[in-house]
Antibody
Framework: EVQLVESGGGLVKPGGSLRLSCAAS????????MNWVRQAPGKGLEWVSS???????????YYADSVKGRFTISRDNAKSSLYLEMNSLSAEDTAVYYC???????????????????WGQGTLVTVSS | QSVLTQPPSVSGAPGQRVTISCTGS?????????VHWYQHLPGAAPKLLIH???NRPSGVPDRFSGSKSGTSASLAITGLQAEDEADYYC???????????FGTGTKVTVL
């Protein structure tokens, strides 16, 4: 059974930093692209960042404009874990952050074709003084 | 602000058919990039319902169906059940934003 379990959320002051983790199990983690999606209170889903199964170059990592330069996505295939390092946080970053596995129509496909076939329960990040 | 527009809410009686529209533009759905649909119950993990416009992942009931035409897509739920009460989101890729985009979300209420 595919499982994704996020952790690391909490209360942080504006300008602060936080590192989220996502522990994956039940599938060959290294073979899948992974993603972070967030949902602010009372708002809809917002894509945050994606990382391909291969990280041999920076071209395999993607960010939404709203987090570019502040957030860093990474993965540790040996630990089947996905991470999101968040810096310079503001109130606008307050949200539940979900980890999601990428589904591709075929291996190595253009990442724009991805959808998200398994999601975690999410971890809440609150940015407030 | 999302570039994919959905109606805020739709409702129907048990057993009825409801549809949810997802309107985009030539930089996303009309580019043409595929549309995918998710069901989200409060406090739960979102669930993939339809991918690649009209394909149901294993385990999704055939009461759910998707279609796409031009710059829009639709999700239909037939034989509406109480358990279908949830928020529904469409998703695609936007070439202008160079990233994935979600719809504004639609709350389905079973009367």
């Amino acid at each position: 059974e595919v499982q994704l379990v996020e952790s690391g959320g909490g209360l942080v002051k504006p300008g602060g930093s936080l590192r989220l983790s996502c522990a994956a199990s039940g599938f060959a983690f290294s073979s899948y692209g992974m993603n972070w999606v967030r949902q602010a209170p009372g708002k809809g889903l917002e894509w945050v960042s994606s990382i391909r199964s291969s990280t041999s170059s920076s071209g395999y990592i993607y960010y939404a404009d709203s987090v570019k330069g502040r957030f860093t996505i990474s993965r540790d295939n040996a630990k089947s874990s996905l991470y999101l390092e968040m810096n310079s946080l503001s109130a606008e970053d307050t949200a539940v952050y979900y980890c999601a596995r990428a589904h591709e129509p075929y291996s190595g496909s253009y990442y724009a074709l991805w959808n998200f076939d398994y999601w975690g329960q999410g971890t809440l990040v609150t940015v407030s003084s | 602000q999302s570039v994919l527009t959905q109606p805020p809410s739709v409702s129907g009686a048990p057993g009825q058919r409801v549809t949810i529209s997802c309107t985009g533009s030539s930089s996303n759905i009309g580019a043409p990039y595929d549309v995918h649909w998710y069901q989200h119950l409060p406090g739960a993990a979102p669930k993939l319902l339809i991918h690649y416009n009209s394909n149901r992942p294993s385990g999704v009931p055939d009461r759910f169906s998707g279609s796409k035409s031009g710059t829009s897509a639709s999700l239909a739920i037939t034989g509406l059940q109480a358990e279908d009460e949830a928020d529904y989101y469409c998703q695609s890729y936007d070439i202008s934003l160079s990233g994935f985009v979600f719809g504004t979300g639609t709350k389905v209420t079973v009367l």
